[in-house]
């Protein structure tokens, strides 16, 4: 969606730049910006900070921003209103995605910035997870209803074992790496319901392994998401 440069330019960059400064002011300017970040403000009816509603307006405003603008340039493409919507939703998807392991890591300085303990992060991290994999069925969904009204389900959605992989069978594999990501990230979430979190936390820890091939088979299915 975004060429490398400017993803780098504008996002890694800056996002590197912000944590150097901060850990190396931290110490310094520990002060009244932390203290008003950790506020509930009085006004909302459920306890959540300052600095919880900011984490809210970058993935919610994000998730926006990228489906419009995901949404405007497939349009550009004349491609299918179905089709747009998909790859929309797709890059919804990825965007959460980024965001998801934020919260649910120790000693991020995005979470130390915005002076979000821990404990209470981990909840945005299990709702991360929820969009996340919402938005790729949504988006596996609408590209089952596009094959269905060009009647090419199976070409597209059937891997290829007797064709051309750099022609015929590009498009095929493209979309069962895709298809294996989602099935990854599926047992993921099942095992990441609150009763079996409870009763089997051996089984819902070790599934959670199974992030390293879904992250794997969705670079095979759309190269950029390594940038991501």
């Known amino acids: 969606m975004l060429p490398v440069a400017y993803f780098f330019l504008f996002f890694i960059l800056p996002v590197v730049v912000a944590a150097l400064v901060f850990n190396l002011t931290?110490?310094?300017?520990?002060?009244?910006?932390?203290?008003?970040l950790h506020i509930e403000p009085r006004w909302l009816c459920c306890q959540i900070s300052y600095g919880e509603?900011?984490?809210?307006?970058?993935?919610?405003?994000?998730n926006i921003i990228v489906f419009y603008q995901s949404y405007l340039l497939q349009i550009g493409f004349d491609k299918p209103t179905i089709t747009c919507i998909a790859i929309a939703l797709g890059f919804s998807g990825l965007y959460n995605m980024v965001f998801m392991a934020l919260p649910a890591t120790r000693h991020c300085f995005w979470m130390e910035w915005l002076n979000l303990p821990w404990a209470r992060g981990v909840k945005y991290h299990r709702w991360l997870g929820v969009l996340t994999i919402v938005s790729f069925v949504l988006h596996f969904a609408f590209f089952i209803v596009q094959y269905a009204i060009t009647d090419t389900l199976?070409?597209?959605?059937?891997?290829c074992f007797d064709c051309d992989i750099a022609t015929d069978g590009k498009y095929a594999w493209f979309n069962v790496f895709g298809e294996l990501s989602l099935l990854f990230m599926?047992?993921?979430?099942?095992?990441?319901?609150?009763?079996?979190?409870?009763?089997?936390?051996?089984?819902f820890k070790a599934t959670h392994w199974l992030f390293i091939p879904a992250a794997?088979?969705?670079v095979m299915h759309y190269e950029q998401i390594i940038i991501w």
């Open 26 to 36: 931290k110490t310094v300017y520990r002060g009244s910006s932390f203290r008003f």
């Open 53 to 62: 509603l900011a984490f809210l307006g970058v993935v919610l405003g994000g």
């Open 154 to 159: 199976a070409e597209e959605l059937l891997p």
């Open 186 to 203: 599926l047992i993921m979430g099942a095992t990441s319901f609150p009763y079996v979190r409870r009763h089997y936390y051996a089984t």
């Open 216 to 218: 794997f088979t969705a």
